[in-house]
């Protein structure tokens, strides 16, 4: 069922959804969704260039949450778990894991990712935009220096979804994991992802713009950092790559 109060754009196509939701956020009367058949421009975490073949979905979420932008940034965990719920309506669910800070992977492989941008010069955000690039059929050619291979939910023998209906799932979903958000506070999304979350309890290497850390990945904390067992000790991690 379609979230109460939450609109959609339908585009055929865009330079890309983040793009567009940054020109409509300064008019926005209610949450809308932002879903294009084809993106010119797309773009993922870091500026890298994000390819989205003709049957994948690519989509953004912008809404005026009246946050914090550190409170913003906790919603990608939120948006994970929405992502992995939706994935799971197709696809066995014990083959999904939730990658920190805001992949989906499916087999080991990345199958999804989430990008989120937001704007305000006050305490809170005027706006904030969320993308979900997910590859449903297809896998993007010529992705190089991945740190996870790329797959799609149909060769990893999930259901064909269109693109369209997996929007009714996430937007169903994501409007669940904003309400326990405003009920129970991040607290029940932390301990939500931790259950989804890939490689908990092991050794993984997270590589900053500075350095590269290996350790055991024991939680994420109450702001969202990656929080690794060290030979230094426990080091908590806002921002990384990670590799395992």
Request: hydrophobic letters at 50%.
């Amino acid at each position: 069922m379609w979230p109460e109060g939450v609109l959609c754009r339908h585009l055929s196509s865009v330079d890309s959804t983040m793009a567009e939701a940054a020109r409509i956020a300064p008019t926005l009367e209610a949450p809308t969704w932002i879903i294009a058949d084809a993106q010119t421009a797309a773009r993922g975490r870091r500026g890298r260039a994000w390819q989205s073949p003709s049957g994948n979905f690519a989509a953004t979420l912008v809404y005026k949450p009246n946050c914090t932008a550190q409170q913003a940034g906790l919603r990608s965990f939120m948006a994970a778990i929405a992502l992995f719920e939706a994935l799971a309506m197709s696809v066995d669910r014990t083959k999904l894991s939730l990658k920190w800070p805001n992949d989906v992977l499916l087999n080991d492989g990345k199958v999804a990712g989430i990008l989120l941008e937001s704007a305000g010069s006050g305490p809170y955000v005027d706006w904030l935009a969320i993308g979900f690039g997910v590859n449903l059929v297809e896998v993007p050619d010529g992705i190089k220096g991945a740190a996870f291979a790329p797959v799609s939910l149909l060769g990893e023998g999930g259901a064909p979804t269109e693109p369209m209906k997996f929007l009714a799932r996430l937007a169903a979903d994501f409007a669940t994991q904003e309400a326990k958000l405003w009920e129970f506070d991040f607290g029940m999304i932390r301990d939500d992802w931790l259950r989804r979350a890939a490689r908990l309890g092991e050794v993984i290497t997270a590589r900053t713009a500075r350095d590269t850390i290996t350790g055991r990945f024991e939680t994420i904390d109450v702001d969202g950092n990656l929080v690794l067992m060290t030979a230094d000790g426990l080091q908590a991690i806002p921002a990384a790559d990670v590799y395992f």
